[in-house]
């Protein structure tokens, strides 16, 4: 166990579901991120969140909504989906002058 | 064009067969670079940092080295544990804290 907790560790959602994919981190962290990890393709960044509060959004379709009730805890909320959000999403906590720490990720798959 | 680029894609080796990976960036003031390993399913397992060029760090099997413009990964007499993937990710002086990751490369050591 890294000390960054990610639930569901698979998910297999059609395209009109709605689904939601938690991380949670005792590390002490002041910010939490949410990666997207596809096949040959670099680790895509998609949110932010430095003490609760979004700082970054890259350009991520409104299908992905992400939550970040307090510093310990980050949620992506997915509705309506396509078969091209199948990926293994990550969730990572850090922040400035403090190393990365990823959690074991969700495969998901979109059917 | 990829700002941090690294070769091999994918390297296979018979055990006990020391080999080097490589990780090239084309940014300029580079704050720090990290070396991390990912196993199939699972999220990136940090390994190391690098600051300035000279500076080596050890693990195992494994001495990350920086120059300039690259790092090298040498991996001595592997072992088929080692396989997995090798990332590698740049931070830049001045900007986000935020790392630009590379697409990896997957290593296997065959018995």
């Known amino acids: 166990e890294t000390g960054v907790t990610q639930t569901p560790r698979h998910l297999v959602m059609g395209m009109t579901n709605k689904k939601s994919l938690k991380c949670e981190q005792h590390?002490?962290?002041?910010?939490m991120y949410w990666y997207k990890q596809s096949a040959k393709k670099p680790l895509e960044l998609m949110f932010v969140?430095?003490?609760?509060?979004?700082?970054e959004n890259n350009s991520v379709p409104s299908r992905f909504s992400p939550e970040c009730p307090n510093s310990s805890h980050l949620f992506l909320h997915l509705h309506t989906l396509q078969p091209e959000d199948s990926a293994l999403y990550l969730c990572?906590?850090?922040?400035?002058?403090?190393?990365?720490?990823f959690g074991s990720g969700t495969r998901l798959t979109v059917v | 064009e990829d700002q941090v680029t690294q070769s091999p894609e994918a390297l296979r080796l018979q055990e006990g067969e020391s080999s080097s990976l490589n990780c090239s960036y084309t940014?300029?003031?580079?704050?720090?670079l990290f070396w991390y390993r990912q196993d199939p399913g699972k999220g990136p397992e940090f390994l190391f940092t690098?600051?300035?060029a000279g500076e080596e760090k050890e693990k195992e099997r494994l001495k990350a080295t920086l120059t300039k413009k690259e790092s090298f990964l040498h991996i001595t007499a592997p072992k088929p544990e080692d396989s997995a993937t090798y990332l590698c990710?740049?931070?830049?002086?001045?900007?986000?804290?935020?790392?630009?990751f590379g697409r990896g490369t997957s290593l296997i050591v065959h018995p």
């Open positions: 990572a906590s850090g922040g400035e002058g403090v190393r990365y720490t």
């Open positions: 590390l002490g962290h002041n910010a």
């Open positions: 969140y430095n003490f609760k509060e979004q700082t």
């Open positions: 940014v300029s003031g580079l704050r720090g």
């Open positions: 690098l600051y300035s």
């Open positions: 990710a740049v931070t830049l002086k001045g900007g986000s804290y935020i790392p630009t």
